[in-house]
T-cell receptor, first 111, second 118 residues
Framework: QKEVEQNSGPLSVPEGAIASLNCTYSDRGSQSFFWYRQYSGKSPELIMF????GDKEDGRFTAQLNKASQYVSLLIRDSQPSDSATYLCAVKLGRDDKIIFGKGTRLHILP | GAVVSQHPSRVICKSGTSVKIECRSLDFQATTMFWYRQFPKQSLMLMAT?????????EQGVEKDKFLINHASLTLSTLTVTSAHPEDSSFYICSARVEQGVGNQPQHFGDGTRLSIL
């Protein structure tokens, strides 16, 4: 089982709708979870991080964490065309200092 | 805050050339930096963890003699791709982490270096 799994997409969402991105991880000891946005040809940019079960909101973005289900998600409200990018889920493993990235979900916001 | 600068942004060179990439933390100190490689439409793959003042820790399958890492100061790590070949062509990205609360801080990425070996 891969350590961090994401649906590769593309996920197409109409402008103004809510985009929901999902991620599962295998290491039960993981404590820190991150969402990065990566535009084509660019390096990743941190969107949000979450450490505790529940929801964390920042503007149009909400991260949700469920450690029991080993599941983390990112919701983007009022989706804009500029949100079109690949979203990378990253997990800091419980056993060491490394952060492991999923393969990313390509999000396409339809104007 | 937490700005990471990476240079150069793009390199095109002939096979057999050695290429040095610099990664600097501009407004914070980083005892640990990370080097990733990303092939087209693939995820970031961690190559090595760069530790200030000590040897880098390489991931399985990454040749330490091929990818030389030097972390000589708290704000600078360098990656040298020695005798580069076309299969080394990739997008190389470094990251660094603010040291407070070390374990849980997110990594901040440089802009990446696109390496093309002819």
């Amino acid at each position: 089982q891969k350590e961090v799994e994401q649906n590769s997409g593309p996920l197409s969402v109409p402008e103004g709708a809510i985009a929901s991105l999902n991620c599962t991880y295998s290491d039960r000891g993981s404590q820190s979870f991150f969402w990065y946005r990566q535009y084509s040809g660019k390096s990743p940019e941190l969107i949000m991080f979450i450490y505790s079960n529940g929801d964390k909101e920042d503007g149009r973005f909400t991260a949700q964490l469920n450690k029991a289900s080993q599941y983390v998600s990112l919701l983007i409200r009022d989706s804009q065309p500029s949100d079109s990018a690949t979203y990378l889920c990253a997990v800091k493993l419980g056993r060491d200092d490394k952060i492991i990235f999923g393969k990313g979900t390509r999000l396409h916001i339809l104007p | 805050g937490a700005v990471v600068s990476q240079h150069p942004s793009r390199v095109i060179c002939k096979s057999g050339t050695s290429v040095k990439i610099e990664c600097r933390s501009l407004d914070f100190q980083a005892t640990t930096m990370f080097w990733y490689r990303q092939f087209p439409k693939q995820s970031l793959m961690l190559m090595a963890t760069s530790n200030e003042g000590s040897k880098a820790t390489y991931e399985q399958g990454v040749e330490k003699d091929k990818f030389l890492i030097n972390h000589a100061s708290l704000t600078l790590s360098t990656l040298t791709v020695t005798s580069a070949h076309p299969e080394d062509s990739s997008f190389y990205i470094c990251s660094a982490r603010v040291e407070q609360g070390v374990g849980n801080q997110p990594q901040h990425f440089g802009d990446g270096t696109r390496l093309s070996i002819l």
